[in-house]
């Protein structure tokens, strides 16, 4: 499944998702496992090293669903996340042991924060 399939189907299904029970919901379950090996798979050569993970919460509904691409070696992610307010608004977020910083797209615009 395309990067941008996974993208369109966790924005579409997750806010309907979240009113279901959390425990073994096939969108969480997707999110774990056939998306966070999609991304790694996507990666090729350049995800060598790297761990992908993806989750929709532990235990109970995340506020916002996410994936993230981490570099163990030095305790790095990169992530996608959605507000969920606007599931259409998507972020990157580059993530390290001492803080983070956030892109994405915002009503149209780009935008970027510490």
């Known amino acids: 499944m395309p ?7 966790i924005l ?3 806010p309907k998702a979240k009113i279901e029970p959390f425990g073994g919901n096939p969108l ?7 998306a966070a090996d999609e991304v790694q798979n996507a990666l ?9 993970e993806g989750s929709a919460g532990a235990g109970n ?17 990169f992530s996608e996340l959605s507000r969920a307010s606007r599931q259409s608004d998507v972020y990157r977020s580059t993530n390290t042991s001492s803080g983070s910083r956030a892109c994405g797209l915002k009503g149209g615009k780009s935008v970027a924060k510490s």
């Open 44 to 52: 090729g050569d350049l995800g060598a090293g790297l761990t992908v």
């Open 28 to 34: 969480a379950n997707f999110l774990r496992h056939q």
């Open 61 to 77: 509904w995340a506020v916002a669903p996410w994936i993230s691409v981490f570099d163990p070696a030095i305790t790095i992610g």
């Open 12 to 14: 579409a299904e997750y």
């Open 3 to 9: 990067i941008h399939s996974i993208r369109t189907t």
